[in-house]
């Protein structure tokens, strides 16, 4: 089945108008549909201890998991511009464990793997040697 990633991106627009970023102004919106063809998204939210800052794409993970589990299929992120943005370092690994094998990401340079995004990842795998 074709994937509507306007539809997609439309959602992380619509996530990202929710986020909670009064420290750095940068907000973020991600989307994202999961095996079954749920969508799930999430929004950043800041903290005064900036350290403490969550993702947008840690919020669309817990989503995951609340609405049942599973593995993401297709992902994307903007920002506040509502403009395609690469997720973080520390998200592509979350977007790594909790997708699939092929899961597809939207970026400002077209469609892209998560092998393409985050190769020779370390994952789950790596913790049974
Ligand atoms: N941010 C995300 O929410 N996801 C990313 O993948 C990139 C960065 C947020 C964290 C912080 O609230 C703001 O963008 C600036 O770094």
């Known amino acids: 089945m074709a994937v509507d990633w306007d539809q997609l991106r439309e959602a992380a627009g619509d996530a990202m108008e929710r986020a909670y970023a009064p420290y750095s102004g940068y ?7 999961a095996e079954d063809g749920r969508l799930v998204a999430g929004c950043n939210v800041e903290n ?8 947008a794409e840690c919020g669309l993970v817990s989503q995951l998991h609340l609405t049942g589990g599973g593995h993401l299929t297709h992902f994307v992120c903007v920002n506040g511009e509502r403009e395609v943005i690469m997720p973080c370092g520390r998200c592509r690994q ?3 464990e909790n997708g699939t094998r092929d899961l597809q990401l939207l970026t400002p ?3 892209r793997s998560i092998d393409e995004v985050l190769p020779q990842a370390f994952g789950p795998a790596d913790l049974q040697h």
């Open 27 to 33: 907000r973020v919106g991600a989307a994202a549909l």
């Open 48 to 55: 005064a201890g900036y350290g403490v800052t969550l993702c």
């Open 94 to 96: 979350l977007l790594s």
């Open 109 to 111: 340079e077209g469609l």
